[in-house]
Structures are given as C-alpha cells and as structure tokens.
C-alpha cells in the first residue's frame, strides 16, 4: 500500500479510502468488522463516514454507520491510534437532523459532539462539510442552466462559512477534530474557505471530496488544478459511478440486495442511455485486456494526476479484495490509451 500527505495536513493516508455507507443497510455490525479487520490487514489506514450514513438516507438508519464504526473501535482501542478517521456533518435538507436546518458554527459543534459519541472516540481526524447551503452542480445538476448563480447573495454566503469555520476552531481548539475538509462542492466554495482562514486566522481546508469516475469527469480539469496548487487533497467518491461501471447493470439488470434496488434520493439519474453504452464499450475494453471492469475503473482513478485516495465501498469481503488489488499495479500505457480514446467517445453519460 502507497500513502502520501492529505493535503496540507500533517496526516499520511493510504491511497486508498475505506467508505462505509453501506453499513447499517446493506451491511451489519459483523459484516463490517470484517471488512476493517480485512483492510487494516491490507494497509488501509483511512476510513471515511458521515453522520447521514446509513445510505440511502433514513431517520431510522440516520448515525448507525457511525455507531457501528464505535463499536469497532470499543472492541479494539488499541487500533484507534492506526486509523485516519474521516466524518462529515450534514448540509441542510433533512428534517430528522437539527430540524433540516442549514449548517452554521454552532450546528458543526452538535454534530461533531453527536458522532464523537456515536464513534465512540475522543477526536475525529478530518470532519467534512457533507455539501454547501447552497445548491452547487453535483448530483445532475452540472448541465448549462441547471443552476441560477446569478441569483446566490455570494455576501450572505460568505459570511455564513464565515460562522462556520469559527465553529470548526472551537473544535480544533478543543481537540475534538483535528483537520476539515469540504464535499460536494466547488472551485468557488474551496477559494472563499481559504480566503477566510486566511483573512481571519482559522482551520484550513485541506481536502475536499467529490464524485469522480471514468463515467463523471467534471471535476478535470479546472477543480483539480485548483486542489494540486492549493495543497489540497482530492478524495474522488463513487470511482465505479454507483456500481455502473462493473457491468452488472447492463441491459436492465438489477441483481439482487444492489444498490440499484433500493431508494435512490436523487433517482437513477446515472443510469442513462449513453451510461449504458458507455459501460458496455468499457467492459469490452477490459475483457480486451484481461482485466475485471471494477479493477480498471479503479485503477484509473488512481493514477489520474491530482488524485489523493480513492474512496471504495463494498458489501461483500470478495468485492473488497478484488478492488484493493487494483491498486496493486499501475496500468499499461496500451490500456491507458485505449481508455483515453474511449474517454473522447463517451463524455459526460451523465
């Protein structure tokens, strides 16, 4: 296992990120014990959660990701010190948490109180904001016009992560947390956070998350410029775009206990005509190779300039492995060329 610098943090992480949403609905307490013992075993250091987890989002599975994480740790705290914990606190939306209110300085400090409680440890490494209050062009919101900015007060907005940021000091402060980060936000979000952490001498951002897959590049190249220049770290999330980019959902498949059969909060919106053959096109590029499609996409997340540590997900011990040997072997030029070209057939399928 690789590990380099998170950012402008002082912490080494594993190229690879364990993301955990899955448990607590498609996975149990055993389940997932399994697969941190497994990855820890592996050299993966770093794990990623939210207070919103379980996923899809429900007020009944709503902070059992974090509970079970705490469970693990509660079992086995001596391995607390070998993990770098990542959270992230819920933008506004859902009634269930702080009454959907929008994230402001003192609903950072009851959340980071919540999940430290819920994780059962003293501090968390790196807390996320899980999205803006804003709306930003995430989610299938990237399309021309999907968005009026024009109309966002950018004055009434800054001075909100103003407030907010001042709520991640006292934790720092603290030592409740020890870095942020952002998620599912952009180039404008990034430089207003840094503006104001230098301007008012509070946390800096050192890492932001986002959805980036071979299905998904719209963060290339101008948001992960930003990141390389900033000494930012860049976590891509969803490297195979929900599941599409194994195949399994190929001609309307739905194989049972997948993602694709449970509620979708934002809907299919992935799963679109161009999606399909796009995949369809990748799979055969990696029968072409011998090579699974998973493996592949991963790989090529990883060796994508700019990219910190990928997050993976897996319900099973055997998805698990097979996607952490991806990252075993750098691909070949010829493989990488034959994506590329690919790349020019298919941008943007969703």
Request: one cysteine or more.
């Amino acid at each position: 296992m690789k590990y380099v610098r998170l950012g402008s943090s002082s912490l080494e992480v594993s190229r690879v990120c364990l993301g955990t949403m899955t448990w607590g609905v498609q996975n149990n307490q055993e389940d997932a014990n399994k697969q941190l013992d497994f990855a820890q075993m592996h050299g993966v250091n770093f794990i990623d959660t939210a207070e919103m987890y379980a996923i899809p989002p429900r007020e009944e599975t709503y902070g059992k990701t974090e509970e079970i994480i705490g469970n693990w740790f509660a079992a086995n705290p001596s391995r607390r010190k070998e993990v770098i914990l990542a959270s992230k606190v819920a933008g506004p939306g859902f009634s269930y948490i702080r009454d959907g209110e929008k994230l402001s300085g003192q609903n950072v400090i009851k959340a980071v109180e919540s999940s430290l409680k819920r994780l059962q440890t003293d501090y968390i490494d790196l807390y996320q904001l899980h999205w803006p209050n804003r709306q930003t062009p995430h989610f299938g919101n990237h399309w021309s016009n999907e968005l009026g900015f024009t109309e966002v007060n950018a004055e009434q907005q800054t001075e909100v992560m103003l407030d907010i940021l001042q709520g991640l000091a006292q934790c720092v402060s603290a030592g409740k947390i020890r870095y942020c980060g952002l998620s599912d936000d952009t180039p404008w979000g990034i430089s207003q956070y840094l503006k104001l952490s230098e301007q008012h001498n509070l946390p800096r951002m050192v890492s932001i998350q986002n959805e980036f897959s071979l299905l998904h590049t719209k963060d290339w190249p101008y948001l992960i410029e930003q990141c390389v220049h900033e000494d930012i770290a860049y976590l891509p999330w969803s490297p195979l775009a929900t599941g599409l980019l194994t195949g399994k959902y190929l001609n309307g498949a739905r194989p049972e206990g997948t993602r694709f059969t449970l509620m979708q909060r934002h809907g299919l919106f992935r799963d679109t005509n161009n999606s399909n053959k796009a995949v369809q096109a990748f799979v055969e590029i990696a029968k072409q190779h011998n090579v699974s499609p998973a493996q592949l996409a991963l790989a090529w997340c990883d060796q994508v300039n700019g990219v910190t540590s990928t997050i993976i997900g897996a319900t099973s011990l055997v998805q698990l492995e097979e996607n952490l040997n991806a990252f075993i072997e750098p691909l070949s030029n010829n493989i990488l060329d034959d994506i590329a070209h690919w790349l020019k057939q298919y941008p943007s399928p969703f």
